[in-house]
């Protein structure tokens, strides 16, 4: 029956079985946080998912770390040093069990202004929208967190795109290397994720507010959401990345696979007390949501869930909910809105 198939569309079935053969629980080494600052040298907490484990500092910066009942931290004579991040080696052991994992321990100077560049600093520097140059530019302007959008290729590669197709291609029905030759219209050419992430990860003062783009189905949905992990576990940039998606599988993947993860829900449809329930880290809805449900913004304090707005360009829109003191307001207008904050 194969023979009847397209190239394509046997790809597609084999990274759906791919992702439903990913399903189960892997062990792995979790932290609930990657910082660590001059007035906190407390870093998190270790655990091991699915089970209970040992855990060892191992590598040439163990001694920059202590590790007492599973809470690390860093030695405080290491905090004074200029270092950005230093790079720490774990074991965890739990019966046969053994694993291995390594994390970036990164320096918190990361800017609390609440200022998102959406897709990057693009309409006020000419720089195309989820280019490089727009990250660059969002850095530079001192946003506390830079967003962007993800997508996955037809073979399963990650590629960094805001609509599900560029110039006439499809990105599910197109492959990685394809679409790599095609060209933003600053002559930039598509960024794949993991240069992206390498970029952005060169600094510690804004934040990257990655969103995972809805797909053709659930099950491609979910192995998006894996890919993605993976390659933000790898490259060890847990401390830059902030999760968004508009679906709630999505979401949901993503802390299976590490319920420290900071995960926000897009789609406005879900009150603050279901996202509360399933553990999401926050909401990040369209100001119209805020506008029609003002006592979200109350019960989603009350909650504990941070709160985002998108995509806010109006000044008296940026003012009311600058009143409303959110965590985070996602712009076209970055330079605006840092200047109605004095910065």
């Not at 655990?47 to 001694?63: C, D, R, V």
């Not at 560049?117 to 530019?137: D, F, Q």
């Not at 009150?271 to 509360?276: D, F, H, K, S």
Request: with cysteine; aromatic share 10%; proline share 3%.
């Amino acid at each position: 029956m194969s023979r009847n198939l397209t190239p394509g569309t046997l790809i597609l079935l084999m990274s759906i079985m791919t992702t439903i053969a990913s399903a189960q629980i892997k062990p792995a080494i979790l932290l609930s946080n990657h910082t660590f600052s001059s007035g906190n040298p407390i870093i998190g907490n270790l655990s091991l998912l699915g089970y209970a484990g040992n855990f060892k500092l191992i590598g040439e910066n163990a001694k920059l770390f202590n590790l007492k009942n599973s809470q690390l931290s860093i030695r405080k004579k290491y905090v004074q040093r200029d270092s950005k991040w230093y790079d720490l080696d774990l074991v965890a052991e739990s019966g046969s069990v053994r694993v291995e994992q390594s994390f970036r321990i990164v320096r918190d100077d990361f800017h609390k202004n609440r200022v998102i560049a959406h897709r990057g600093a693009w309409k006020n520097t000419g720089a195309s929208e989820n280019s490089i140059s727009a990250l660059k530019h969002a850095i530079h302007l001192g946003c506390q967190g830079s967003e962007f959008d993800v997508h996955m290729t037809l073979d399963s590669n990650l590629i960094v795109n805001h609509d599900p197709s560029f110039k006439g291609e499809f990105i599910h029905t197109s492959t990685f290397s394809d679409l790599k030759q095609l060209k933003l219209s600053n002559g930039e050419h598509m960024p794949g994720f993991e240069e992206y992430l390498g970029e952005g990860m060169k600094q510690n003062s804004t934040k990257l507010v990655l969103e995972i783009k809805p797909t053709i189905s659930k099950e491609r949905a979910i192995q998006s959401a894996q890919k993605v992990y993976e390659l933000v576990k790898k490259m060890k940039a847990q401390a830059w990345v902030d999760y968004i998606s508009f679906d709630y599988n999505i979401c949901l993947e993503l802390l299976r696979l590490d319920p420290y993860a900071r995960v926000a829900y897009l789609n406005g449809d879900k009150a603050p007390g279901l996202l509360a329930a399933d553990k999401l880290w926050g909401l990040d809805y369209n100001q119209s949501v805020f506008q029609k449900n003002p006592g979200w913004i109350q019960e989603a304090k009350a909650k504990g869930l941070t709160i985002n707005a998108w995509t806010v360009n109006d000044p008296k829109l940026l003012q009311w909910f600058l009143d409303q003191k959110l965590d985070f307001i996602t712009t076209n207008e970055p330079e605006l809105l840092l200047k109605m904050l004095g910065k």
